[in-house]
């Protein structure tokens, strides 16, 4: 059997972040204006956001990035229209306030708000992919290596997906690359054009302007000075994306500097830039910096703005899927690309289903499947692939259980006998870091490493319990794709029912305190009985794995000092692996050898006994080979939660 479509799903990122260091400006007379411009557009909140960074340790300082990116705060707010800024500097500056700052712009920026970001510092670019990024605090003295690198790529995401009408990014890096490109509009001098204005404002803008860097290094201050130079005279009372793109052309790169400059044609393309591709933005969009004098008289209360209709509001949509996005079953005109954002304009209040139908014809729908829109308010919603694209279909009939008495490094309770099974489904990896975060932000669910205080830790040579080990922090790096660990197996339990009632199936087990049981004819995700789990890892082979009678770590993810059966000697790799590091079994099934032990619905039973425990399956990162057998059972208390355990979902088909 093969495996139904692998879903690449991306997080999305820093939703539940720790505790933002960011300095706060609120200014005294235009907080929360909301006018009627000369052009007739209604207007929301005007952000600001600054980033800069010229303490890099390692480099020495690089010029004056943070003393600029002030200078050009105080002239937006001596000369424009400002109302909320924010503010991160050197060592404040790190990736995690940074993920931060834009989710809470995610929360709190309206569908009619403008949000302006510049950002100044170091940049590093991919000798391999060609891709450029930020490179922001702490960092690494090894340009190769920074573990806080923010791509081009996440930061378009970012702010693609902002609900504000308009959002343009000045980014002086010393490398922008192709990831932020610029639209730039009519690249045109300044306009003393009122319809002009009105029509760019009028249309939803996603823009990037950049410094031309070709090459890693520090960033560029003749373009901040040019830039400078634009703001402080403005010739009339409006400054668009593309006047100011106009006049940070003329900061040419010296002869001595080849790396600075503004973006050359290798990084600008005619075409719409990455950040509006699937996303609002609208052709011929600006972005627009408004005079304070234009609001010094009062203003009357606002009209509707002219492409508002009432009785409607908006949609923000993220989606895994790319295709037509859909509403009340309607194609809507708007395609979306994969794992990016998109906002649907006027659509009808009330409860209203959300869909995009993809490239090969599927509809799926937004989770929930319902949402509900208020009259100029925006919905926001989610479109995941099916959760069942990641399973695989498992034929039922007999198979041998057990080992033969020939196996090498038997144990004494994998005595063979013939076990009939049911078509069921296999989940063909194993619960991501990534899945199980969703249900913790989802319902706050802590788990017994959190409640009881710690779990269990492999320290290379004996387990140790550890106060402050969770699945968040396994004392190994990890990331969104790699599968969760130092949970129990009544945390798995709890993990199967969310799922089930998330996508409105039948939870599997009935929870009574520390009781549970399994409800068999339950349509919901479980946990796989021990002998589904064998049969699914055997796929069919009678041998002590499916790959033949020995396995390599270039196969499965254990230690690679202790081979199985006179096997090659291999990596031991000391920590998981990601879900999908390695080939998958002839059933299309990943990582049943290795990278953790999986809990199964068992008890641990020998000679008809019953126990305590409950079974666990496949080996791990931190053990030799013998334990990946198909036929190696393992246990342990229900309560129990180890850095090397973890868990994969199965499904019933219900009988007819």
């Known amino acids: 059997m ?69 200078e050009i705060r105080d002239i937006l707010v001596g000369n424009y229209l400002i109302h ?22 995610g929360q709190k920026t309206g569908v009619y708000d403008s949000v302006f970001v510049f950002y100044a510092g170091a940049g590093q670019v991919d000798k391999f992919t060609k891709a450029g990024s930020w490179i922001l605090m702490p960092s690494s003295e090894d340009l190769g290596f920074q573990t806080n690198q923010m791509a081009n790529e996440e930061v378009q995401n970012m702010l693609a997906s902002l609900p504000a009408k308009h959002v343009f990014l000045i980014s002086d890096a010393c490398f922008v690359g192709e990831g932020l490109d610029i639209n730039a509009g009519n690249r045109g001098e300044f306009r003393n ?71 050359t044609n290798t990084a600008y393309q005619e075409t719409e830039t990455l950040l509006s591709q699937g996303t609002a933005h609208q052709e011929g969009g600006e972005f627009l910096f408004f005079k304070n004098t234009l609001f010094a008289a009062p203003m009357p209360s606002p009209p509707p703005i002219s492409n508002k209709t009432p009785g409607t509001g908006s949609v923000m949509v993220f989606s895994e899927a790319a295709g037509m996005l ?22 009808t209040v009330g409860e209203i289903e959300v869909a995009v139908k993809s490239e090969d014809g599927r509809i799926i729908t937004a989770l929930p499947q319902k949402a509900t829109l208020q009259e100029g308010q925006t919905a926001r919603v989610v479109i995941e692939y099916p959760f069942m694209d990641r399973f695989v279909f498992i034929p ?42 969703k249900f913790v932000s989802e319902t706050g669910y802590e788990t017994r490493a959190e409640i009881a205080g710690g779990g269990y830790i492999w320290t290379g040579n004996a387990w140790k319990m550890t106060w402050d080990a969770t699945w968040r922090n396994p004392y190994f ?36 305190g520390n009781d549970v049981i399994w409800n068999e004819g339950s349509d919901g995700y479980r946990l796989p009985t021990e002998a589904e789990w064998e049969d699914a890892a055997r796929a069919g082979t009678p041998t002590p794995f499916s790959t033949g009678i020995t396995i390599t770590t270039a196969q499965a993810n254990f230690n690679g000092n202790y081979p199985y059966n006179n096997g090659p000697k291999g990596i031991y790799r000391e920590m998981t692996t990601p879900i999908d590091t390695f080939s998958p079994n002839w059933w299309g099934l990943y990582d049943m050898y290795g990278n953790v032990w999986e ?24 053990y030799a080979g013998e334990y990946l057998r198909s036929a190696y059972r393992s246990y342990s208390v229900e309560t129990a939660r180890y850095n090397s355990t973890g868990f994969r979902l199965a499904r019933s088909i219900p009988a007819n």
């Not at 057990?402 to 078509?423: C, F, I, K």
């Not at 029912?497 to 199936?505: A, Q, V």
């Open 599 to 622: 809990w199964c619905w068992d008890q641990y039973t020998q000679s008809g006994s019953s126990g305590v425990y409950r079974v666990r399956r496949g080996g791990s990162w931190s």
């Open 84 to 105: 909320e800024i924010r503010e991160l500097y050197n060592n404040q500056a790190t990736g995690d306030n940074v993920r931060n700052l834009f989710t809470e712009l």
């Open 477 to 512: 790096d990890q990331d969104s794709r790699h599968p969760v660990v130092l949970v129990s197996w009544d945390d798995a339990i709890q993990y199967c029912n969310w799922r089930s009632e998330r996508e409105g199936l039948s939870p599997a087990y009935t929870i009574t």
């Open 326 to 347: 859909m509403i009340q079953g309607v194609e809507t005109g708007t395609r979306i690309r994969a794992n990016s954002s998109a906002a649907l304009w006027n659509v």
């Open 193 to 263: 054009d009122e319809e002009y204005y009105k029509q760019v404002y009028n249309k939803v803008s996603r823009q990037v302007i950049g410094s031309g860097a070709v090459k890693t290094g520090p960033g560029s201050s003749e373009f901040r000075r040019y830039l400078k130079n634009a703001l402080r005279d403005p010739q009339g009372d409006y400054i668009d994306s593309a006047y100011l793109f106009a006049q940070v052309q003329n900061a040419a790169p010296p002869q001595s500097q080849p790396f600075m400059g503004i973006i």
């Open 396 to 437: 039922g009939g007999d198979f041998v259980m057990g080992s033969p008495v020939s196996e090498a490094n038997r144990n004494h309770d994998e005595t063979q006998h013939e076990v009939t099974l049911r078509d069921f489904y296999m989940e063909a990896h194993e619960v991501s870091l990534e899945d199980f975060q």
């Open 2 to 70: 093969k495996p139904v479509s692998k879903t690449n799903v991306i997080f999305i990122k820093s939703l539940f972040m720790a505790f933002l260091f960011l300095k706060f400006a609120s200014l005294d007379g235009q907080e929360g204006k909301i006018g009627v411009l000369p052009i007739d557009k209604r207007i929301g909140k005007q952000w600001a956001v600054f980033i800069a960074i010229d303490r890099y340790d390692e480099w020495g300082t690089l010029g004056n990035p943070v003393r600029d990116a002030k």
